[in-house]
């Protein structure tokens, strides 16, 4: 099974977050400022040996190369960041390439969002545009990627290049540049490129073309939030939510004897039950219920890619406004990727599996070693591979 991590590249400066976040602004800045908004809110998150590390350190590539090879991770799949001609974050993944010593499969997503402040701000002020171009572009950004389409460590489908697209559908000009893309492909001795796409947002156009992809990555896990809110979540919070404040104005009509004499203290510990305990704004969901999402889907087409998630909590970027999985641990990692690898053999047929995330810190999603878990999720990792017959 081919377990591959999405790569997060933000963990060295450029001018550019200089700029928009602070001299010297990386990922860690966000993950070090993290604070635990209620009892038992596992932040902040710290690497094991409080290893912040600098990307642009190629031994520090070498290292998590090494850490996931033992623990049985497939390969990469580094996170590409360009916008018209401009690149961000590129140089981990162009050292990679270069040091082709460090052997290990990977392949590239193009993120092709436009830049925001939306970490900060609900008004989402662009930072960098993203703009699509015409053929002239087009075949610029090609060149750009074909030596990584050409190193022998790529990840190929049938032959061919994997390249996932982050959202398609803000992509207008998307049929002829993917066209174009495969043209360029043979013009440059390769059989063809694989197209692969990733958010929930085009899976769900009802009206969308997606001829040129073989395959829909069912990025988790926000393919689970959109079943959870079909199936009915976000309705079921606003009844619970009435029923609290019907409890409580019934509650306050009432005497202090009556209370004393007819409830006693059984009716406010059932209220605080009820209420919600966390800041106003914060979206705490549970994990296993998350995860039984994820299991309970079926691929929707041929196409379908399981994916899996190690955690989830954005507050480190977001703060109030984010969202916390509560109730994580490598033991229930471990039991749901089982079953997850499982499924993807018999329900998907498929020899693929995406996994969020290798090093998302500052979501909550990260395999790597930290200081209250150590290497726990890494061989919850292996555990669950080799249960599924996995050689690691």
């Given at each position: 099974?081919?377990?591959?991590?999405?790569?997060?590249?933000?963990?060295?400066?450029?001018?550019?977050?200089?700029?928009?976040?602070?001299?010297?602004?990386?990922?860690?800045?966000?993950?070090?400022?993290?604070?635990?908004?209620?009892?038992?809110?596992?932040?902040?998150?710290?690497?094991?040996?409080?290893?912040?590390?600098?990307?642009?350190?190629?031994?520090?590539?070498?290292?998590?190369?090494?850490?996931?090879?033992?623990?049985?991770?497939?390969?990469?799949?580094?996170?590409?960041?360009?916008?018209?001609?401009?690149?961000?974050?590129?140089?981990?993944?162009?050292?990679?390439?270069?040091?082709?010593?460090?052997?290990?499969?990977?392949?590239?997503?193009?993120?092709?969002?436009?830049?925001?402040?939306?970490?900060?701000?609900?008004?989402?002020?662009?930072?960098?545009?993203?703009?699509?171009?015409?053929?002239?572009?087009?075949?610029?950004?090609?060149?750009?990627?074909?030596?990584?389409?050409?190193?022998?460590?790529?990840?190929?489908?049938?032959?061919?290049p994997l390249m996932v697209i982050?959202?398609?559908?803000?992509?207008?000009?998307?049929?002829?540049?993917?066209?174009?893309?495969?043209?360029?492909?043979?013009?440059?001795?390769?059989?063809?490129?694989?197209?692969?796409?990733?958010?929930?947002?085009?899976?769900?156009?009802?009206?969308?073309?997606?001829?040129?992809?073989?395959?829909?990555?069912?990025?988790?896990?926000?393919?689970?939030?959109?079943?959870?809110?079909?199936?009915?979540?976000?309705?079921?919070?606003?009844?619970?939510?009435?029923?609290?404040?019907?409890?409580?104005?019934?509650?306050?009509?009432?005497?202090?004897?009556?209370?004393?004499?007819?409830?006693?203290?059984?009716?406010?510990?059932?209220?605080?039950?009820?209420?919600?305990?966390?800041?106003?704004?914060?979206?705490?969901?549970?994990?296993?219920?998350?995860?039984?999402?994820?299991?309970?889907?079926?691929?929707?087409?041929?196409?379908?890619?399981?994916?899996?998630?190690?955690?989830?909590?954005?507050?480190?970027?977001?703060?109030?406004?984010?969202?916390?999985?509560?109730?994580?641990?490598?033991?229930?990692?471990?039991?749901?990727?089982?079953?997850?690898?499982?499924?993807a053999k018999e329900v998907y047929?498929?020899?693929?599996?995406?996994?969020?995330?290798?090093?998302?810190?500052?979501?909550?999603?990260?395999?790597?070693?930290?200081?209250?878990?150590?290497?726990?999720?890494?061989?919850?990792?292996?555990?669950?591979?080799?249960?599924?017959?996995?050689?690691?």
């Amino acid at each position: 099974m081919k377990t591959i991590a999405f790569y997060l590249p933000q963990f060295h400066a450029i001018p550019e977050n200089d700029e928009w976040w602070g001299k010297g602004f990386t990922e860690w800045v966000n993950v070090k400022k993290a604070e635990p908004l209620y009892d038992g809110h596992y932040q902040p998150r710290v690497p094991l040996g409080e290893k912040y590390y600098n990307l642009l350190d190629i031994d520090v590539m070498k290292w998590q190369v090494s850490l996931a090879k033992e623990y049985g991770l497939y390969g990469f799949c580094f996170y590409h960041y360009w916008f018209g001609g401009h690149k961000l974050l590129e140089k981990p993944v162009d050292a990679f390439l270069e040091h082709t010593e460090i052997d290990f499969p990977f392949c590239l997503c193009w993120a092709n969002e436009a830049w925001t402040n939306a970490w900060v701000s609900s008004k989402n002020k662009v930072l960098i545009e993203q703009n699509y171009g015409a053929q002239q572009e087009w075949k610029e950004h090609f060149e750009y990627l074909l030596p990584f389409f050409k190193d022998k460590r790529y990840i190929r489908c049938d032959g061919k290049p994997l390249m996932v697209i982050y959202r398609p559908e803000l992509i207008d000009c998307l049929n002829d540049m993917l066209d174009c893309w495969q043209q360029l492909a043979k013009e440059n001795g390769l059989d063809g490129l694989t197209f692969a796409y990733q958010q929930v947002f085009f899976a769900e156009e009802k009206s969308k073309d997606d001829s040129r992809f073989t395959y829909q990555i069912e990025y988790q896990p926000s393919y689970a939030w959109r079943d959870m809110e079909k199936g009915g979540y976000k309705f079921l919070s606003k009844c619970k939510k009435k029923l609290i404040t019907g409890m409580e104005n019934r509650w306050n009509k009432l005497s202090e004897s009556s209370k004393q004499k007819m409830w006693g203290r059984t009716f406010e510990s059932v209220l605080d039950r009820l209420r919600d305990v966390h800041p106003q704004g914060l979206t705490v969901q549970d994990y296993d219920m998350v995860w039984k999402t994820v299991l309970n889907r079926k691929p929707t087409n041929e196409k379908s890619v399981p994916g899996a998630f190690v955690d989830w909590d954005n507050t480190p970027r977001r703060h109030q406004s984010g969202r916390v999985f509560e109730g994580a641990s490598p033991e229930k990692f471990e039991k749901y990727m089982t079953i997850q690898i499982r499924r993807a053999k018999e329900v998907y047929h498929k020899d693929m599996l995406f996994l969020f995330a290798w090093n998302e810190w500052a979501e909550g999603g990260y395999m790597e070693p930290d200081e209250k878990y150590g290497h726990a999720y890494l061989e919850a990792l292996r555990n669950a591979l080799k249960a599924n017959g996995e050689d690691c």
